[in-house]
């Protein structure tokens, strides 16, 4: 027989024995005043902390929530200002195009007037 069939024989044939551990209530009636003064303030330590971080995190949403508000407006100032910059050269290149087109067309009257009084004579 091998090692392990031993231990299993012996484990199955030994006598049952139910032992019982005794339990120490903190809130019953073999616990002390003090203990439980002990475990309640533990219990308004654990409380204060859970609201402590509530509060903490809510502090960081409201703060992310500004964050991302202001980076929102920044976005759009810079937005309208390249827009309003754009508007500016946009004009500028168009006010120099029809100056310069109507400098060509003056230049070109002019030419064909000269051209005209060259061949009258």
């Avoid at 031993?6 to 044939?13: D, F, M, Y």
């Avoid at 290149?93 to 070109?108: F, H, L, M, P, R």
């Amino acid at each position: 027989m091998t090692s392990f069939a031993v231990v299993a024989r012996l484990i199955t044939r030994a006598p049952r024995v139910r032992a019982s551990v005794p339990t120490r209530l903190v809130h019953g009636t073999t616990s002390t005043r003090k203990e439980a003064s002990v475990c309640d303030k533990a219990s308004e330590a654990q409380q204060k902390v859970a609201k402590k971080a509530d509060e903490g995190a809510q502090t960081i949403s409201d703060a992310a929530g500004n964050l991302k508000d202001k980076a929102k407006n920044t976005a759009e100032e810079a937005w309208d200002k390249v827009k309003d910059t754009t508007e500016k050269i946009k004009d500028t290149v168009t006010g120099k195009t029809e100056e310069t087109k109507e400098s060509i067309k003056a230049t070109a009257k002019t030419v064909e007037r000269s051209m005209n009084t060259k061949n009258l004579k």
